[in-house]
């Protein structure tokens, strides 16, 4: 069975979530945009191993974390899509205009397309990118 909890992250109080299969306990952190801190004590509250981070897109209220996050767990990073390499490429000039200290840059292991599928323990979820 799939679980969740949201983590309102960054001075904008913008979204990231956590989801993780309840049978292996395995989970997944999508848009981690900052307070790390906050993200990983949900991870070790729910008693969770974290196998990815997963991005819907890449502006720094969404993405300001995950490579800290990636490191910190030594896992993947799967998306966003690769029209996002430019808000990616930005992320050193967004922090300063932003106020994100510890954003930095990344490469995704995996760039997302429509219709690909993630996993995490017996969890399967598609992508679906919403029109634009």
């Given at each position: ?68 996050l990636?490191k ?61």
């Open positions: 069975m799939l679980k969740y909890q949201i983590i309102p992250v960054t001075p904008f109080q913008q979204n990231c979530t956590l989801f993780w299969c309840d049978e292996t306990k395995k989970a997944a952190v999508v848009d981690p945009g900052g307070d790390i801190e906050k993200v990983i004590a949900a991870i070790d509250n729910q008693q969770l191993t974290l196998v990815k981070v997963l991005l819907t897109h890449a502006h720094i209220d969404h993405a300001g974390a995950t490579n800290a990636s910190h767990y030594n896992v993947d990073i799967e998306g966003p899509h690769k029209d996002d390499q430019f808000w990616i490429d930005l992320i050193e000039e967004q922090k300063m205009r932003f106020g994100f200290a510890h954003a930095e840059s990344f490469t995704p292991t995996r760039f997302l397309d429509q219709g690909d599928t993630v996993s995490f323990g017996n969890i399967t979820l598609e992508v679906y990118f919403c029109p634009g």
